[in-house]
């Protein structure tokens, strides 16, 4: 499994998924995170009321491209397709210009396990 859907918050309509970014994650362990901490920020979340997704979890397709640019100098910018990200030439980290697989959600999966408490309530 490459996408999860997001846990969603009460009252909330659109779905949202997310994959962990290879490219957000080799940056972040270069800046000294550590394993668990540069998975969680390499998390990016797409929601169906911004893009279109083909609802494969295994290969996964977002429409249109993803930019993702939340800690300041840091950006991602990425098309997936078919399970591949292809990275574009904007991004700031050690994967631009490439294009690879979409890293497999762990287990256990940290941003799940963040936010499993959503479901209590
Ligand atoms: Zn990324």
Known sequence: M??????????????????YCPGCYAHRVAQGDTDED??????????TAKHQFN??????????????????GDV?????VGGKIQFLDDCTHP????????LDI???DPYYELTKYRLEE
């Open 2 to 19: 490459k996408v999860r859907q997001e846990i969603p918050f009460k009252g909330s309509v659109a779905e949202r998924w997310y994959f």
């Open 38 to 47: 540069a998975l969680i920020r390499s998390l990016h979340v797409c929601s």
């Open 55 to 72: 609802f494969d979890a295994d290969f996964p397709t977002f429409s249109p491209s993803i930019l993702s640019n939340f800690t300041p």
């Open 76 to 80: 991602c910018h990425c098309y997936v």
């Open 95 to 102: 994967l631009r210009g490439q294009t690879v697989d979409v």
């Open 106 to 108: 762990p287990t256990p």
